[in-house]
């Protein structure tokens, strides 16, 4: 079992930064991807960033594309989502997920 706890959320105003991170614990080693999932209110989950925990390979949605960039330190067992540019439709809860459908309890992003 692994467990996800996400961090950095808060409000920020339209064009600014925030950084999620995402603290990972538990038998982590077969987790070959790790990604970050929001929900807006009144919307279905939609997957953010994700990124190969061997490879480093990523993957961003359209939507945040040039501006959100995904990171991770296996050491640490940390994961993390720069967010820059950020925009009002970024409002949303920021849900730190892995390839085994493990999933944190969420962190609130709002952006005004």
């Known amino acids: 079992h692994v467990q996800l706890v996400e961090s950095g959320g808060g409000s920020v105003q339209a064009g600014g930064s925030l950084r999620l991170s995402c603290a990972a614990s538990g038998y982590t080693y077969n987790r070959n991807c790790m990604a970050w999932f929001r929900q807006a209110p009144g919307k279905e989950r939609e997957g953010v960033a994700r990124?190969?925990?061997?490879?480093?390979?990523?993957y961003y949605a359209d939507s945040v594309k040039d501006r959100f960039t995904i990171s991770k330190d296996n050491d640490k067992n940390m994961l993390y989502l720069q967010m820059t540019k950020l925009k009002p439709e970024d409002t949303a809860v920021y849900y730190c997920v892995t390839d085994k459908a493990d999933w944190g309890q969420g962190t609130q992003v709002t952006v005004s």
């Open positions: 990124i190969a925990t061997g490879s480093g390979n990523t």
